[in-house]
Nanobody, 124 residues
Framework: QVQLVESGGGLVQSGGSLRLSCVGS????????IAWFRQAPGKVLDFVGG????????YDADSVKGRFTISRDAANNTVYLQMSSLKPEDTAEYYC?????????????????WGQGTQVTVSS
């Protein structure tokens, strides 16, 4: 069992920045993949970015390339999503998710555990 807790969401003006955190606990996550998804009201859950605990490669959705960055603090089982140049269309509930397979999938079905979400609201 893996527990994930996101934090760092809030209200920010357009052009601003936020850093989301996702802390994992429970079973070791060293071989897992971890990703961020987001869901805006009335829309589907969308992939934002992902990485593996082992290795440096990250995968980003086209809509956030150059603006969002994923990083890890393996010693503390924490993954961050640094968001810059935020736009009103980035407003959504943001979720982190962990997958046993170790592969980064762009669909929610590729992940086994989910956090409770943290709300990000970007005002224009």
């Amino acid at each position: 069992q893996v527990q994930l807790v996101e934090s760092g969401g809030g209200l920010v003006q357009s052009g601003g920045s936020l850093r989301l955190s996702c802390v994992g606990s429970g079973r070791t996550v060293s071989s897992y993949s971890i990703a961020w998804f987001r869901q805006a009201p009335g829309k589907v859950l969308d992939f934002v970015g992902g990485t593996r605990w082992i290795g440096d490669r990250t995968y980003d959705a086209d809509s956030v390339k150059g603006r969002f960055t994923i990083s890890r603090d393996a010693a503390n089982n924490t993954v961050y999503l640094q968001m810059s140049s935020l736009k009103p269309e980035d407003t959504a509930e943001y979720y982190c998710a962990v997958g046993y397979s170790g592969s980064v999938y762009y669909t929610p079905s590729g992940y086994d555990y989910w956090g409770q979400g943290t709300q990000v609201t970007v005002s224009s």
